[in-house]
Nanobody, 118 residues
């Protein structure tokens, strides 16, 4: 079955970096658009970045220049490199797979906690 397993979260000081990974299995990873979302306490979930099967990317405007999404199709993994982290980046980060016919995100990982201390 489809599985998405995130890793790489943790506690980091403001200004630091983290790289999140999302290991996918159970489907043909290389043909799907993948995305990272985040949800901070008391806030709505927001789309952080997505990457197409061809490697084209798009980002939440406010994160451009600090976050980078990438993928390794040989490893069926999507990454999120986060630099110059700020306390407001604190959230649970989840990866998701976008479905072909609905464009909805049909499969989600459980998420990984990122906490940025000031």
């Amino acid at each position: 079955q489809v599985q998405l397993i995130e890793s790489g979260g943790g506690l980091v000081q403001a200004g630091g970096s983290l790289r999140l990974s999302c290991a996918a299995s159970g489907f043909a990873f290389h043909i799907y658009r993948m995305a990272w979302f985040r949800q901070a306490p008391g806030k709505q979930r927001e789309l952080v970045a997505h990457i197409t099967s061809a490697g084209n990317t798009n980002y939440l405007e406010s994160l451009k220049g600090r976050f980078t999404i990438s993928r390794d199709n040989d490893r069926s993994t999507v990454y999120l490199q986060m630099n110059s982290l700020k306390p407001e980046d604190t959230a649970v980060y989840s990866c998701a797979r976008q479905e072909f016919y609905t464009s909805a995100y049909g499969y989600w990982g459980r998420g990984t906690q990122v906490t940025v201390s000031s």
